[in-house]
């Protein structure tokens, strides 16, 4: 089935690691975005990036970095920098450009708990 | 920057009951508006968008918004709410350059309870 694959579901994290979340998407989408949702936040974003090899800062990009290598693969690392990284982190993708590319869809999300 | 705002934090509303959810927007240009649905621990299913043309639309799960341009706001309703409607619901707007998203600003949600 096409969609959108986070992993893992859940994550614990010991202070002043790194760690790495994985998303994949099968839908043959250009862009990719990663968002953190924390309680009475809504979501926020963090990276996107609308096509290989390039990406863009969102609104909360300190202490985060992604990379693009592939079309369907959009890594997240939250490093040690991210003082407060303990939240649900939710990946989407859209196609990109016209009509098509107006939708954004998510994946099912990971949970970071820094322990 | 545009902006999203979800006036209501927590609705509730018993089961039967008509339900809306209101959602006020501040964008310069013509909007592209969403709302989505997440049930808890659970990642983000769209319920409906609008882009241009009928000011009203359908969804899934029995849902439809109203975009009203002269108030800036997307509502979404829905004329009898079941219990698997419980959720937390998300209104956004997308902005784009270059032809490209450049990602969605969400409103905080409003959490929709139903009474039986």
């Known amino acids: 089935d096409g969609g959108i694959t986070q992993s893992p579901k859940y994550l614990f994290r010991k202070e002043g690691q790194n760690v790495t979340l994985s998303c994949e998407q099968n839908?043959?989408?250009?862009?990719m975005y990663w968002y953190r949702q924390d309680p009475g936040q809504g979501l926020r974003l963090i990276y996107y990036?609308?096509?290989?090899?390039?990406?863009q800062k969102g609104d909360i990009a300190e202490g985060y970095s992604v990379s693009r290598e592939k079309k369907e693969s959009f890594p997240l690392t939250v490093t040690s920098a991210q003082k407060n990284p303990t939240a649900f982190y939710l990946c989407?993708?859209?196609?990109?450009?016209?009509?098509?590319?107006?939708?954004?869809?998510f994946g099912e999300g990971s949970w970071l708990t820094v322990v | 920057a545009q902006s999203v705002t979800q006036p209501d934090i927590h609705i509730t509303v018993s089961e039967g009951a008509s339900l809306e959810l209101r959602c006020n927007y501040s964008y310069g240009a013509t909007p592209y508006l969403f709302w989505y649905v997440q049930s808890p621990g659970q990642g983000l299913q769209l319920l409906l968008k609008y882009f241009s043309g009928d000011t009203l639309v359908q969804g899934i799960k029995g849902f439809e918004a109203e975009f009203k341009r002269s108030q800036s706001s997307f509502n979404l309703r829905k004329p009898s709410v079941h219990w698997s409607d419980a959720a937390e619901y998300f209104c956004a707007v997308v902005e784009y350059s270059g032809g490209g998203a450049d990602g969605l600003t969400f409103g905080k949600g409003t959490h929709l309870i139903i009474q039986p």
């Open positions: 989407a993708s859209s196609p990109y450009g016209g009509q098509s590319g107006n939708t954004i869809y």
């Open positions: 839908l043959n989408h250009d862009a």
């Open positions: 990036s609308q096509i290989v090899n390039d990406f």
